[in-house]
């Protein structure tokens, strides 16, 4: 493993942080013009905790109480719970909470016994929480995962937020009042509602996945067309955009479904034909938080070992006709891409091997 991937992501973020105010300085004329005046830049201080209560601070609400504006929040591998790891307020301080490394799994689990974040005193875009996975919040009529109001506009960036609740109806997570917010790069699926933006709020929702939440997608009332871009909002009981104003077919915004690789059995990696990968959705970008994790499959090739033969001729026969094991994942199997396995798939790489028919198809369903 070479240094660079050993790199944690607090330390990714603290070197960006760093070049851009040396390489582009200060703008203070608003124009766009860097000056030669490099602003001065705290490195705040980064508070390491791990789920066992042993680090820096006992809970993660003690970092943020001890914390000062520009300090790190860097959470181990791990599930965090209890007073201390839900409910937690930022209390208007502009601080970073980030899991260690590119690779960690941070989980806060809330138990449904409250929910995750709750934002109520101004923050601004300097409070971030970034790359944890948010489980089992529950909040009072919204908010379930994170609760956004009194004009805090945090960065909520590549999180999976999943199976939250309300006491009564509401979203995962939520904006009210004059807020400014960014959720941006990820997954809200199995909540009550994904996200709600009341008509006073100018948050933006841009690269996220919003599925198969109860109340509904991404609830908007107000008129401003351009707060959600580049996302897939699909398969919400209540409706993609259950509010006044719908975001379907602008911006590059999709409602399509995701493939995930096993939903049933708790893995949100999807299929590398998905919508969500970055090459197959206008935009060009991952939409969501999680990644291709489904065998990449290349048709025809039965037997799994990245050629297209006569070996895989002879293990379909063997599938179909005498009780062998099945390609893996079967639709490897599927020559002429008809979304079946069976003796047609045979005929069809027999007259592509040896008689210069037509190649398997390229992209299998």
């Known amino acids: 493993m070479t240094n660079m991937t050993r790199m944690r992501l607090a330390d990714c973020l603290l070197i960006a942080a760093v070049l851009t105010a040396v390489v582009f300085g200060s703008d203070k004329a608003g124009d766009g013009s860097a000056t030669t005046e490099t602003p001065p830049l705290r490195l705040g201080k980064m508070w390491n905790l791990n789920a066992a209560g042993t680090g820096d601070a006992a809970t993660i609400q003690a970092a943020i109480d001890g914390a000062a504006a520009g300090d790190q929040i860097v959470l181990s591998s791990g599930v965090y719970t209890g007073v201390g790891n ?10 970073v909470i980030t899991r260690e490394f590119d690779t960690s799994t941070v989980v806060i689990d809330c138990q449904y016994a409250g929910r995750a974040f709750l934002l109520n005193s101004g923050e601004t875009s300097g409070s971030k929480i970034i790359g944890l996975r948010i489980s089992h919040g529950r909040g009072s009529f919204d908010g379930g995962a994170i609760m956004c109001t009194a004009g805090a506009s945090p960065e909520i960036i590549d999180c999976f937020i999943d199976s939250c609740s309300m006491i009564g109806p509401g979203f995962a997570v939520a904006f009210r009042d004059t807020c400014k917010g960014l959720v941006k790069g990820c997954t809200i699926i199995n909540c009550g ?28 009332d107000g008129t401003n067309g351009s707060l959600v871009s580049c996302s897939d909002v699909f398969g919400n009981t209540g409706g993609d955009y259950p509010g006044t104003y719908s975001f379907q077919g602008q911006n590059g915004n999709i409602s399509l479904d995701p493939m995930f690789c096993d ?103």
């Open 193 to 220: 509602g994904g996200v709600s933006l009341w008509h006073t709020c100018i948050s933006r929702v841009e690269n996220s996945l919003v599925a198969y939440n109860i109340l509904g997608g991404i609830y908007y």
């Open 263 to 365: 939903a049933t059995a708790g893995d949100f990696t999807v299929n590398y034909l998905s919508p969500c990968n970055g090459t197959n959705n206008s935009c060009s970008v991952w939409i969501g938080s999680t990644r291709v994790g489904c065998p990449v499959m290349i048709c025809g090739d039965a037997n799994g070992d990245s050629y297209i033969d006569i070996a895989d001729v002879v293990y379909l026969v063997v599938y179909i006709f005498g009780g062998g094991l099945a390609p893996n994942p079967l639709l490897s199997g599927d020559a002429n891409c008809d979304s079946t396995v069976d003796i047609s798939d045979v005929v069809y790489l027999i007259a592509y091997i040896f008689s210069g028919g037509s190649a398997p198809c390229a992209l299998c369903p």
């Open 86 to 95: 839900r409910d937690i307020n930022f209390k208007e301080k502009p601080v």
